[in-house]
């Protein structure tokens, strides 16, 4: 079965930043793409960033570009975020999600709140 536990969220203010991990099992981690993916109140998912198997290829949402570091830790089957500059429209529920895209297994997710 496909776990994903998402933790490091929490309220910061314009301009902070936050580390986000997403630990996984129940799957060959190394194999899989990864995704961070949220959804801001009132609002459908959206995909944040996204990488490869290896580490070596990423795409981001072009909100988040140059702020957001998308990684990962194979030997500890942990997918990282790191945000930086943190801006009031990044207010959402974060999830990390198998694959790359929203379409598959994701974790309960973890708020992130950006606000004065």
């Known amino acids: 079965e496909v776990q994903l536990v998402e933790s490091g969220g929490g309220l910061v203010q314009p301009g902070g930043s936050l580390r986000l991990s997403c630990a996984a099992s129940g799957f060959t981690f190394e194999i899989y793409s990864m995704s961070w993916i949220r959804q801001a109140p009132g609002k459908g998912l959206e995909r944040v960033s996204s990488?490869?198997?290896?580490?070596?290829?990423?795409s981001y949402v072009d909100s988040v570009k140059g702020r957001f570091t998308i990684s990962r830790d194979n030997a500890k089957n942990t997918l990282y975020l790191q945000m930086n500059s943190l801006k009031p429209e990044d207010t959402a529920v974060y999830y990390c999600?198998?694959?790359w895209g929203i379409g598959g297994s994701r974790g309960q997710g973890t708020q992130v709140t950006v606000s004065s």
């Open positions: 990488l490869n198997n290896g580490g070596g290829s990423s």
């Open positions: 999600a198998q694959g």
